[in-house]
């Protein structure tokens, strides 16, 4: 390998790196991925619904042989309170009927690896077992890679760097600064089985559709995170993430608030009788859109979580934003290929030019405050959820008091259990996350 010389080197085969290789061996380019993984998708942890869209332009007849597990037709978004939970939610048909609402829950283990094999036969080469440890340069210019491996100097015209959270590769360039705890989240996750027959019973599904329950509040044992469960054919994928920041601050590890999770009076009776199979840790970018990283440079582009794609909202999108953020980039490259392999800094500007009109980076922007309205209301993950227990249950206490007495009586208590202020600017800071 040591004299072949290629036009793109991506390192990172997961979405947002296959994505990139995919886009350019279609237009003909030579191009190698290298992950350091046995198999794509084998080190890569996700909740998880991956969102198609991207895909579905990609390879609009996926589903054809793509590994999914279920399609999700089901959300459920709750509070979790100390015994119990206030939430609402949405089941709608249409998202049994094609294009499936473009979210299904998959394993990542089978999901990458077939994608790989689709990049594979759009003609690019992959290389797995492999880490990308630098870069090579000439004349100051990034010139390919240095890749763990007997003959590992890799040449490249343009190298796409798609090595997923904290890309050691994106911080040797300067193109960001070490993850900073409060702007990094980090996920467990266990896969737990269960009968299919009864996946279908406890979360009421029938045929292949799938469920997402979110969980807020007292989730994550007062730090500012979340909790989830996903339904997959035969097991459930169960979680929780934080910010290392406030994991800290609660003197919190991840595997006790799994477990305190699993154990709350709304998740056991969901995840009973389940037998282990998995159990995963990764970390998940939460700077949002300030926090982006530098996106490009002469030779060099970056993509997906390693450049701090993801939507830690409500919304939980990171697989569809990095697949977004790879084909652009990929995009990029091959028009800069076919006007005469440009891949100066100026030239390879039009990747950011095309983020700025994409989903991914509008929504970056759109929810921009989001980590930060949730640091500033960390009482939602605590105190208010103790409160919203006690107000709602007894709301809706049958117990022989009229209503209209009893409304008073909890508005009064909300309003003296905090400054009336706070609570307010709490529910405003609320709509960063929503909306
Ligand atoms: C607990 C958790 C739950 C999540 N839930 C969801 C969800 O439900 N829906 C959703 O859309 N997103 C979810 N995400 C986010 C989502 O997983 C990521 O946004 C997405 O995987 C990013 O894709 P990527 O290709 O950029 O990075 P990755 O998927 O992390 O891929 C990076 C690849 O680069 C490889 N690599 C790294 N360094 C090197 C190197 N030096 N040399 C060679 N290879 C290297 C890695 O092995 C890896 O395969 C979740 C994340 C976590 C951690």
New binding site residues.
């Given amino acids: 390998m040591a004299d072949e010389k290629f036009d793109a080197i991506v390192?990172?085969?997961?979405?947002?790196?296959?994505s990139a290789a995919y886009v350019m061996a279609k237009a003909g380019m030579q191009v190698i991925v290298?992950?350091?993984?046995d198999y794509?998708?084998?080190?890569?942890?996700?909740?998880?619904?991956?969102?198609t869209n991207v895909m579905k332009e990609l390879i609009p007849d996926f589903l054809k042989d793509a590994p999914v597990e279920r399609n999700v037709s089901k959300r459920r978004f709750s509070f979790l309170t100390p015994t119990g939970e206030v939430g609402g939610g949405f089941k709608f048909d249409r998202f049994n009927k094609e294009p499936f609402n473009n979210s299904f829950t998959v394993l990542?283990a089978k999901f990458?690896r077939w994608f790989s094999e689709k990049v594979e036969e759009a003609g690019a080469m992959i290389i797995t077992g492999?880490?990308?440890?630098d870069f090579l340069l000439k004349d100051g210019k990034i010139c390919g890679v240095k890749?763990r491996m007997e003959d590992g100097d890799l040449y490249g015209d343009v190298v796409v760097l798609?090595?997923?959270?904290n890309?050691?590769?994106a911080k040797k360039l300067g193109f960001h600064n070490e993850l900073s705890a409060e702007s990094t989240?980090v996920?467990?996750?266990e896969t737990i089985a269960l009968p299919e027959e009864r996946i279908r019973d406890r979360f009421g599904l029938t045929g292949n559709e799938g469920v997402?329950y979110e969980y807020f509040g007292m989730a994550t044992g007062g730090a500012i995170g979340s909790g989830?469960i996903?339904t997959n054919k035969d097991t459930i994928s169960v979680?929780i993430?934080a910010t290392i920041k406030s994991m800290l601050e609660h003197k919190l590890n991840p595997n006790d608030v799994l477990e305190a999770f699993k154990a709350h009076p709304v998740v056991a009776p969901l995840v009973r009788d389940g037998e282990q199979k998995e159990y995963s840790?990764?970390?998940?970018p939460d700077g949002g859109y300030d926090k982006l990283s530098k996106l490009y440079g002469d030779n060099v582009l970056v993509?997906?979580?390693?450049a701090g794609?993801?939507n830690a909202t409500l919304f939980?999108?990171?697989?569809?934003?990095?697949m977004e953020s790879?084909k652009l980039a990929g995009q990029t490259v091959v028009e800069s290929f076919n006007k005469g392999k440009n891949y100066s800094a100026e030239a390879l500007s039009q990747y950011k030019t095309r983020l700025d009109n994409s989903f991914a980076m509008r929504d970056m922007k759109q929810f921009r405050g989001s980590g930060k309205a949730l640091e500033h209301n960390s009482k939602l993950f605590g105190k208010y959820a103790v409160l919203m227990e006690d107000v709602v249950s007894e709301l809706f206490a049958v117990d022989g008091e009229a209503k209209w007495p009893k409304e008073v009586r909890l508005v009064k208590k909300v309003l003296t259990a905090d400054n009336p202020f706070a609570l307010l600017k709490t529910a405003l800071d609320m709509r960063k996350v929503i909306v």
């Fill in positions: 390192v990172g085969g997961g979405p947002a790196g296959l290298v992950e350091r993984g794509c998708g084998s080190k890569n942890v996700f909740g998880g619904i991956f969102f990542r990458d492999t880490v990308v440890d890749a798609a090595d997923g959270v890309s050691l590769l989240i996920g467990v996750k997402a989830f996903y979680g993430g840790a990764h970390l998940i993509v997906g979580d390693a794609f993801v939980h999108e990171g697989t569809n934003l990095a790879g």
